[in-house]
């Protein structure tokens, strides 16, 4: 069973086509994390899952709900807790989560423990009666999630829950969503533009790049699809061309792309094994080299190898 | 109805916010004040140029200056709106399923209270400044609805060009601009018998000087409740355009994002 159905998605705003067949589908239970820099289409799509923003193609369910024709159907199974927070912060943190549960339909009793409940869970019973001016940005984040839990909803939306956040709270908020997850059995459905947060997180992910999705599967699926080990290699000077034609020869790698403006990463079989030959051929063609280093397949080898870009030099760029 | 559920839950959010700052309200009733204080006194002889109605010139404009706080008050009330889609307040209420009616309706009926509580302080100053309103309490009611009426009429334009333009300084710019021509194409501070011809016909179209000749009428001696009653109904057939108009402009800023 799905709990989200993401079936060729088209979005464009202007000259940018934001979305350009985004297709997806998230199990029910399941935290799914879309993976992409900034503008590769992540908040778009969850926006359209959240009914705000209409499609110019393409088909979406949440819940078994037409995002487009049920869309009442659709915001009363979500929670959305948006990029940018949208919480009122002249208001106190139980105010803003008593409005958010009044609009949902909740009322008296059953409401007021209900934000007690939830007060409690994220952290902020200290604060409850501050406007929320004075929170940090943790506790703002904090906040956010427990307004988009309110009313129960099946499915959530976090986008980009950890961005701005310093190290410790991203780590608090990371294990507030294991919790939601494994606990409340919700659906989760997040955006990050960290790999290590979507490896640590999802149980499945999807990489966006350029408003598709280029690959998806659980991050060690990712991983295991990549053979062989990265070998790394930082050029002291500019002879890439050179440099990529020595490398070639002299490991027969899997594929060799070019990761920044200097830096060639080689996908070869037994990374340690080939080091010394690469070196000496590169040595030998007199290539001058800043850095080599191997490492075992991670998802910005799984980014690199979908897009051909390096995920953080694009993310720099982005 | 969810509309007026979700209206009056949205309503009192910002009454509170409103509530916790105050000094807000009290900054906006000392521009209110100098005009009814120390532009009554200074024109205080202007009465005897004929076709006031009355020898007192605070009489003849305090009831005018509630409806121009009113009127004021309603030209920037947008702000609240473009804060809101800013601070993304409305996308997050967007992605429940409150009302969408209320998100508009509820800043718009803030805005005439807000209005019709000024109006209410106004009115007593100029109480001990010695205006008395001929029909008494009723006359008082009559007011404060007018200056609702005319508050709501030009809200409901403010917010629909708020939602029109998302930006903090056209908002303003525009609220500038009409905000005194409109103020000298009305009887306000002085008689229409007064103002050159071309002015007072085109002070007939202006609903600044709908509301103030409503208001002014009832404080006067000689009541005519049949124009009371149109110029009213003008407001608040005004009211339901400019409405109107605002839930358009909101469809359009929902189908951009």
């Not at chain 1, 969850?46 to 819940?63: E, F, I």
């Not at chain 1, 009044?102 to 009666?129: F, I, M, S, T």
């Not at chain 1, 908020?173 to 955006?191: A, H, P």
Request: glycine share 10%.
């Amino acid at each position: 069973m799905d709990a989200i159905v993401v079936d060729g998605l088209l979005k464009r705003y202007g000259e940018v086509q934001a979305l350009d067949g985004v297709t997806f589908a998230v199990r029910v239970g399941e935290v799914f994390g879309l993976l992409g820099p900034n503008g590769a289409g992540k908040s778009t799509t969850v926006r359209v899952l959240v009914t705000l923003t209409h499609p110019d193609g393409g088909k979406a369910t949440v819940a078994g709900c037409d995002v487009a024709r049920e869309a009442g159907a659709v915001r009363r199974v979500i929670g959305y807790v948006p990029q940018e927070s949208g919480v009122d912060r002249r208001a106190t943190g139980r105010e803003n989560l008593l409005l958010q549960g009044r609009v949902h339909g909740l009322h008296g009793a059953p409401l007021r423990n209900r934000v007690d409940e939830l007060l409690e869970a994220v952290g902020v019973v200290d604060a409850a009666d501050r406007t929320v001016d004075g929170y940090s940005g943790g506790m703002r984040r904090r906040l956010d999630i427990a307004l988009g839990l309110v009313h129960r909803p099946r499915v959530l939306f976090l986008d980009e829950p950890t961005t701005g956040l310093d190290p410790e709270a991203r780590v608090a908020l990371w294990e507030e969503v294991e919790r939601l997850s494994n606990q409340e059995g919700l659906t989760i459905l997040l955006t990050t533009h960290y790999l290590e947060e979507a490896d640590a997180l999802a149980d499945r992910l999807a990489i966006v790049s350029r408003g598709k999705v280029v690959a998806d599967g659980t991050p060690d699926e990712l991983k295991a699809r990549l053979s062989g080990d990265a070998v790394h290699v930082e050029l002291a000077n500019g002879r890439v061309d050179d440099a990529r034609g020595v490398l070639e020869r002299a490991s027969a790698p899997v594929e060799t792309t070019l990761a920044d403006g200097r830096t060639l990463v080689s996908r070869v079989q037994g990374g340690a094994q080939a080091l010394p030959g690469i070196l000496s051929a590169l040595s030998d063609a007199d290539i001058a080299v800043a850095s080599v280093s191997v490492q075992r397949p991670s998802l910005d080898d799984v980014y690199l190898h979908y897009t051909g870009r390096d995920f953080a030099t694009e993310d720099r760029g982005a | 109805m969810i509309v007026l559920r979700d209206t009056w839950y949205m309503l009192g959010r910002q009454l509170r916010n409103q509530a916790r700052e105050p000094i807000w309200i009290a900054i906006m009733l000392v521009q209110p004040m100098v005009w009814l204080v120390l532009y009554g006194q200074l024109f205080k002889n202007v009465t005897h140029l004929g076709g006031f109605g009355t020898t007192s010139y605070i009489t003849f404009l305090a009831p005018a200056i509630v409806v121009m706080n009113a009127f004021f008050g309603a030209s920037w009330s947008g702000l609240a709106t473009v804060f809101d889609i800013d601070r993304k307040f409305v996308e997050r209420v967007l992605a429940t399923p409150a009302s969408r009616l209320s998100l508009v309706l509820s800043q718009i009926v803030r805005s005439a209270l807000v209005a019709a509580v000024q109006g209410a302080i106004i009115l007593l100053v100029g109480l001990a400044l010695g205006v008395r309103v001929h029909s008494g309490a009723l006359g008082w009611l009559v007011i404060l609805l007018v200056a609702t009426l005319v508050n709501t009429g030009f809200a409901g334009f403010s917010q629909g060009v708020a939602l029109l333009v998302r930006r903090e300084s056209t908002v303003i710019a525009l609220a500038n601009f009409i905000s005194l021509p409109l103020l000298f194409l009305s009887s306000t501070l002085l008689a229409e018998k007064q103002m050159p011809d071309w002015m007072r016909i085109l002070s007939n179209y202006n609903p600044v000087n709908w509301g103030v000749r409503a208001a002014r009428d009832v404080v006067l001696p000689g009541t005519d409740w049949r124009s009371v009653g149109t110029h009213m109904g003008y407001l608040f057939v005004l009211s339901v355009i400019t409405a109107a108009f605002a839930n358009w402009t909101f469809r359009i800023y929902k189908r951009s994002l």
